[in-house]
């Protein structure tokens, strides 16, 4: 997944009248405005309620659902290999947002500070705030990438993170 790929498909979904923020290494790689390590999938946040236009702009463009995981998250697959994970968001009237989980007890939550913008290959782009990206990545055994991605947040802003 390119830079050029990421700002095509987020052209795509705005064609689409949806909205959608990056998260993960793409997210963090947004909001240090420079891509700094090669990304296999792109993770992209969107209104639940968007769903159905989300998956037919993605099908349209040849991407099909290799993965159903809901209420917590998706995956689609274009032929060529590039994949895009989908976590669908409920929000409240505050403009803060939740994510289901595989476990029933526990939501993610998305407060509304969270919602931010980057810059990828030069185009300013919705993504997750640095702090939000610290947040999940909290809980779990990091890889290599994620002490990367970390490393990239503390040097750019200047904060703490557990690994």
């Known amino acids: 997944?390119?830079?050029d790929d990421v700002v095509s498909i987020l052209n795509l979904l705005r064609?689409?009248?949806?909205?959608?923020?990056i998260g993960g290494g793409w997210g963090i790689d947004a909001l240090v405005g420079r891509q700094t390590r090669d990304h296999?999938?792109?993770?992209?946040?969107?209104r639940e309620e968007q769903e159905p236009a989300v998956v037919k702009a993605l099908a349209d463009a040849g991407f099909a659902e290799t993965l159903d995981w809901r209420p917590a998250r998706f995956v689609v697959t274009h032929p060529d290999g590039r994949e895009i994970?989908?976590?669908p968001l409920v929000f409240t009237g505050d403009g803060s947002a939740t994510q289901a989980s595989l476990d029933p007890q526990h939501r993610y939550a998305y407060p509304a500070s969270c919602f931010v913008t980057g810059?990828?290959?030069?185009?300013?782009?919705?993504?997750l705030s640095a702090e939000q990206q610290v947040a999940f990545h909290q809980g779990y055994e990091p890889a290599d990438r994620d002490r990367h991605d970390m490393a990239q947040l503390r040097q750019a802003f200047g904060?703490?993170?557990?690994f």
């Open 119 to 127: 810059t990828i290959s030069g185009t300013t782009v919705p993504c």
């Open 85 to 87: 994970d989908l976590h």
């Open 159 to 162: 904060i703490t993170t557990h």
């Open 40 to 46: 296999r999938d792109l993770d992209l946040m969107h």
């Open 15 to 21: 064609n689409a009248d949806t909205e959608v923020w």
């Open 1 to 3: 997944m390119t830079g």
